[in-house]
């Protein structure tokens, strides 16, 4: 299988690329930003990945992925990569403009890969699409994370759309939502408050990049009857 992940080069989606990777018959093809270091050395480590330059801020950068989704002849699309540039507050003192540059660099550039993907996919008659959220969206959503938590509704939705609009070309799109995990993207939270959240986890311990990963990886191989899921990983908080 060829997959394409987008922000594969570190944290959750360096995990996703080297779980993939392992499987030497799958090629991956996986996206960074800024981490120039770190993307040549999963390329040395995972022999079957190749690594592309794409900054969501950056539109020539986007484009240039968006018209080689057909040369890359991608089976699966982990719509992953995210840039967060929004303050951590509550949304009464976050500037309208925030919304919109958060907007702007992360739901319309995964748009434009989806649908590049998704005009790919449909010309092959199949394809998977899966979607990184959280489960901030089905839990109580976290203090000062508004801007993040409404992008991710807003692909939320889309992901449903996905799966409704293309099952019949043998496309499918699912989601997966993890609970807080330790990544560059959460790594200003204070230390304090995930001692108190680990001390009050039934297991006792955070879930890791790697748990998540694999709930990945099932999807990547999973029938096409599973198709508009959401998987919930956050230790069966939600059960009724």
């Not at 995990?15 to 030497?24: E, G, Q």
């Not at 879930?207 to 069966?236: M, R």
């Amino acid at each position: 299988m060829n997959v394409l992940i987008t922000g594969g080069g570190s944290g959750l989606g360096e995990a996703i690329t080297r779980m993939l990777a392992m499987d030497t018959k799958n090629t991956i093809y996986f996206t960074f930003s800024n981490s120039v270091q770190n993307a040549k050395k999963i390329e040395l480590d995972c022999t079957n990945s190749k690594a592309i330059k794409c900054d969501f801020k950056k539109e020539a950068e986007v484009t240039a992925l968006v018209n080689e989704i057909d040369t890359l002849g991608i089976d699966i699309l982990i719509n992953n990569a995210y840039n967060d540039n929004s303050k951590h507050t509550y949304f009464h003192k976050i500037d309208k403009e925030e919304f919109s540059a958060d907007f702007m660099h992360n739901i319309i550039p995964t748009v434009r890969i989806a649908q590049s993907a998704i005009n790919h996919f449909r010309r092959k008659k199949s394809g998977k699409i899966i979607t990184i959220l959280t489960s901030g969206l089905t839990n109580v959503p976290p203090l000062g994370w508004s801007c993040y938590t409404a992008n991710k509704a807003y692909l939320g939705s889309l992901v449903k759309s996905w799966a409704n609009e293309n099952i019949k070309f043998n496309i499918t799109s699912n989601a997966v939502s993890p609970a807080f995990m330790q990544t560059n993207l959460t790594s200003e939270v204070d230390h304090r408050i995930i001692e108190q959240m680990i001390d009050k986890h039934p297991l006792k311990k955070l879930l890791t990049i790697e748990e998540v990963a694999e709930t990945v990886l099932f999807l990547s191989k999973a029938s096409s009857q599973i198709n508009g899921v959401d998987i919930l990983i956050n230790h069966g908080i939600n059960i009724k």
